[in-house]
């Protein structure tokens, strides 16, 4: 990687292992630049411009330095030479599927928990956000060098299963429940029910904590309704993870981990690291900074809480993990500080290995979008919906109509993908529809699109000649510095496990290949300029592959 031998050229001038390397936003600032110098001028007590002009004195003249710039109180700004650029052609194309990668995190054994729908319930735009950060997250961390487990810890025990069963005994099961889709809204509906009747009927109350009792105590009489159901939301959700791109190495079941928490804690209640507190057993939080939280409530049941104790029970004897990263929602944030802490009394050192990303909320850009039912935006509704208005946008297309159906399907999964990863992990997004499917702007399809353009050019040139790099203008120099910025946004998006860096960065690179297009011609420039041409063009096209493939979108060759 160009960042590592720039790094490797100032740890050698300052004798320093760390050395901080940014990408400026403005490019006249040059390719990277460092800030090492602010950092060692305090520790000596002198001007950080004086100590940058004795630093680059001592920096090796590489040929892939085109010259060394200071900047404002000290910054080191370096512009890479044209035999740099042409360098990150080459190896795009040597490398090819591998070209990102990096080793960031080589050798770690990493664990990434996500998804985690509820069976019984529908499967809704917020679960979409886990799913497919989680995905990408793992498709980051395994291009850095990590060995990656997928897991899926799932809720298939509960108040809302009972909810589940009781509207089913209430209402008649259609004869055409064939597909997942149509056995997943059923349920969809009957848990509607029960949720809505559990609120306004205290006789189908009892009637729904009875079933929930006979649940938890595996009664045959409930059991079979039970494991038929369940199976139903399993079978959509196996259909839902392979239409987004993703498969799991293990699932987990909160079904497995009910007994197992429950005497965990009861084990370590005597051991004094849970305490009773009014006929409950709690872990005292508050002797660790945080807060007191119930563990096994005064009716001899475990909470949540300690049914993470038994999930992180299992999870250690799946996977030997040296991290465990929990893909789930910020709201969760406190409840994840204290459990993370009590696994770590009983499984001291585990809280160094646990990671709780704790993502933003998915919202709405406009109120005008609902399902059928007007309280949950499925899944499924929103696929539909989007491919409404991508069908507004290909109209005038002259594709097959089996042509648009498969390019619909994967344009508009791309779309939805995009939304949910294009902001910080950490924060909340709004999902605008008309944006997800917009051909010219931040979107997914704008990036499928970018990719399909190149592929239709290169497939209309072709040529044996030898590529003559110093026939390049300017402006396909540019584009090929924009190339430089892949390998840089990849190790952000694995430092701080947020894939946004990609995103950004790949509209960057479509816009300024864009801007390129508008001014510059493959196939009737001279011959060595032609197939230089063909070399950066491929170079970019496989660079917004690998991006995407990172952020779980395909790629189209036709659009």
């Known amino acids: 990687m160009l960042s590592e031998e720039i790094k490797n050229l100032v740890r050698k001038a300052a004798s320093e292992p760390e050395i901080p390397l940014e990408q400026p936003s403005d490019k006249s600032h040059g390719e990277y630049s460092t800030s090492i110098a602010l950092k060692l001028a305090k520790q000596q007590n002198i001007s950080p411009r004086e100590f940058a002009t004795e630093l680059v004195s001592k920096i090796d003249r590489s040929d892939l330095i085109k010259r060394i710039e200071i900047a404002g109180p000290g910054f080191i700004n370096f512009h890479l030479s044209k035999k740099a650029l042409r360098k ?3 190896r795009s194309g040597e490398q090819g599927e591998k070209f990102g990668n990096g080793s960031h995190f080589k050798g770690k054994k990493i664990m990434v928990e996500f998804a985690h729908p509820n069976t019984h319930k529908a499967f809704h735009i917020g679960h979409l956000r886990t799913l497919n950060l989680g995905e990408s997250l793992a498709r980051i961390l395994t291009a850095q060098g990590a ?6 810890y799932q809720g298939d025990v509960g108040l809302h299963v009972a909810k589940c069963l009781w509207g089913y005994m209430h209402e008649e099961e259609p004869q055409d429940l064939k597909t997942p889709q149509a056995k997943t809204e059923f349920l969809g509906k009957v848990y509607a029910k029960g949720a809505q009747t559990f609120e306004k009927d205290e006789n189908a109350k009892e009637e729904i904590y009875e079933i929930n009792k006979k649940i938890y105590a595996q009664d045959p009489e409930i059991m079979p309704l039970w494991k038929k159901t369940r199976q139903w939301s399993l079978d959509y959700f196996d259909y839902s993870y392979e ?126 979008m609902s399902s059928r039912t007007g309280e949950v935006i499925t899944a499924e509704f929103l696929i539909e919906e989007v491919k409404k208005e991508l069908a507004k946008v290909m109209k005038e297309s002259d594709m097959t109509d089996e042509e648009k159906t498969e390019v619909m399907e994967k344009v508009a999964i791309g779309g939805i993908k995009f939304i949910m990863l ?9 999902f605008d529809m008309e944006k997800a499917v917009r051909l010219d702007g931040d979107s997914g399809p704008y990036l499928q699109y970018a990719y399909a353009r190149i592929s239709s050019i290169l497939s209309k040139v072709e040529s044996s000649a030898e590529p003559n790099f110093d026939m390049l203008t300017e402006s396909d120099w540019d584009l090929a510095r924009k190339l430089n910025g892949f390998e840089y946004a990849v190790t952000k998006a694995a430092e701080e496990l947020s894939p946004h860096y990609i995103a950004h960065y790949l509209l960057e690179l479509a816009s300024e290949f864009s801007g390129w297009y508008g001014v510059s011609s493959v196939k009737n420039a001279d011959t060595g300029l032609m197939e230089a041409r063909i070399e950066l063009l491929k170079s970019v096209r496989q660079v917004i592959r690998n991006g995407l493939y990172l952020m779980g979108i395909e790629v189209l060759q036709k659009m």
Request: charged fraction near 25%; glycine fraction near 10%.
């Open 88 to 90: 990150q052609i080459a």
């Open 147 to 152: 060995t990656v487990f997928r897991a899926n």
């Open 243 to 368: 239409r987004f791109g993703t498969f799991f190495d293990r699932l987990f079941f909160e079904s497995e981990v009910y007994d197992l928490g429950r005497n965990l804690v009861l084990e370590h209640l005597d051991k004094g690291v849970f305490e009773k507190s009014e006929g409950a057993v709690i872990f005292p939080g508050e002797k660790h900074g945080l807060h007191n939280r119930v563990f096994i409530t005064g009716e001899g049941n475990p909470t949540y809480e300690a049914k993470e104790m038994g999930l992180a029970k299992l999870e250690q004897e799946a996977f030997p993990f040296d991290l465990n990263i929990h893909v789930v929602g910020n709201e969760q944030a406190e409840y994840f500080r204290v459990v993370i802490e009590a696994m770590n009394a009983i499984y001291p050192g585990l809280k160094d290995r646990q990671r709780h990303l704790a993502y933003g909320m998915v919202n709405l850009a406009s109120g005008k």
């Open 422 to 430: 294009f902001g910080h992990a950490k924060n909340d997004i709004a």
